[in-house]
């Protein structure tokens, strides 16, 4: 098993910007493929941004590029999305994923093992 546990959101403005962490425990972190995906009300969950390994590679949803940086540590366990020029439509509950699978940075859903709880981020405008 894999805990995740997110950290970072809040109620910003627009054109402000969020640093959310994830730190993880229980299996080697670095074995996993980390991403960020979020849900807003009344919509489906979707694809922030991924993280490999070894943080080599990087996928991001078109929304994010140019906005967001997603990073990992491995010697702290723990992955960071970094978003800047937030966006009221950027408001949603964001989740932290771990994922075993051979792909270096799936942005489907259902190749990721491990949820953590969500974090809130709200974009007033």
């Known amino acids: 098993q894999v805990q995740l546990v997110e950290s970072g959101g809040g109620l910003v403005q627009a054109g402000e910007s969020l640093r959310l962490s994830c730190a993880a425990s229980?299996?080697?972190?670095?074995?996993?493929?980390m991403a960020w995906f979020r849900q807003a009300p009344g919509k489906e969950r979707e694809f922030v941004a991924a993280i490999s390994r070894s943080g080599g590679t990087l996928a991001y949803a078109d929304s994010a590029k140019g906005r967001f940086t997603i990073h990992r540590d491995n010697g702290k366990n723990t992955v960071y999305l970094q978003m800047n020029s937030l966006k009221p439509e950027d408001t949603a509950v964001y989740y932290c994923n771990a994922g075993g699978g051979f792909r270096p940075t799936p942005s489907s859903r259902y190749e990721y093992d491990y949820w953590g709880q969500g974090t809130q981020v709200t974009v007033s405008s």
């Open positions: 229980g299996r080697t972190f670095s074995n996993y493929a």
